[in-house]
């Protein structure tokens, strides 16, 4: 709920439900995966976000504020995972066949860590990451860097000759749209964007690209939002 930008943004409505709703549903729908954990913080105004968790049936985490990389790690030792799937909780067009994709290239090439947001060619805001539960515990133990704290994954993609690094690409490049959310721009795209979709979270990532083809205008909303760097912290 303390995002700086747009502060209580996982929570606000996009078109028939909450953000985290649509995040915490399109997830469930990879068939890859075993569960859903929403992993938040221990602030107070947090309560609201493990409500709406619960609400959605979904696993919670919670642990620090500011050192995300400690909250991931505490996680997969609490519920004793292999693996982690981190999917960010402001991309509410997250689709669970990209989640399947790059979890079946982390197991098929036994990677440490996959990701489909190394080379950017998916719209940004599908981003998915599969990460090792060794590789998490090895970045949680030696990660000393503010951003890779923060961020989670940098010290693993920063170290391509310790760890296995895996990078998932689009069969065509569709980098220029932007489905995430970071700012009220953000916000207006996308429920444009799922308004056009009919306002649920059955269509697929395909189909929000046609749509956003068809109306360039709507992509044209958050056109100038300029994304925060790593070291923006």
């Keep these: 709920m303390g995002s700086h930008r747009l502060p209580g943004k996982v929570l606000m409505p996009i078109g028939d439900q909450t953000m985290l709703g649509h ?3 399109r997830t469930r729908r ?21 409500r709406e968790a619960e609400r959605l049936d979904a696993e919670v985490f919670r642990g620090s504020e500011d050192d ?13 995972l292999d693996a982690v799937v981190r999917i960010t909780a402001d991309c509410p067009l997250i689709d669970p066949t990209i989640v399947d994709r790059v979890v079946a290239e982390f197991l098929g090439r036994s990677a440490d860590y996959a990701s489909n947001a190394l080379e950017r060619t ?10 090792s539960a060794e590789a998490l515990a090895a970045a949680w133990r030696e990660a000393d860097r503010p951003r890779q704290r923060a961020h989670v994954t940098p010290f693993l993609y920063e170290n391509p000759q310790r760890f296995r690094i895996v990078s998932v690409r689009a069969d065509q490049d569709r980098s220029h749209l932007r489905w995430t959310v970071d700012t009220a721009a953000d916000l207006e795209a996308v429920r444009a964007l799922v308004a056009q979709l009919g306002g649920g979270d059955g269509h697929d990532w395909r ?4 749509a956003a083809e068809l109306r360039p205008e ?7 939002v300029r994304q925060k760097e790593l070291d923006e912290l």
């Design 23 to 25: 995040v915490v549903r």
């Design 30 to 50: 990879a068939e890859s995966l075993d569960g859903v954990i929403v992993a938040t913080t221990l602030q107070p105004e947090d309560d609201a976000v493990v």
């Design 68 to 80: 995300v990389l400690d909250r991931f790690h505490g996680a997969a030792r609490a519920f004793e």
């Design 122 to 131: 998916y719209p940004r805001g599908l981003d998915t990451e599969v990460i």
């Design 207 to 210: 189909a929000a690209v046609e």
């Design 218 to 224: 709507l992509t044209a909303i958050n056109r100038e």
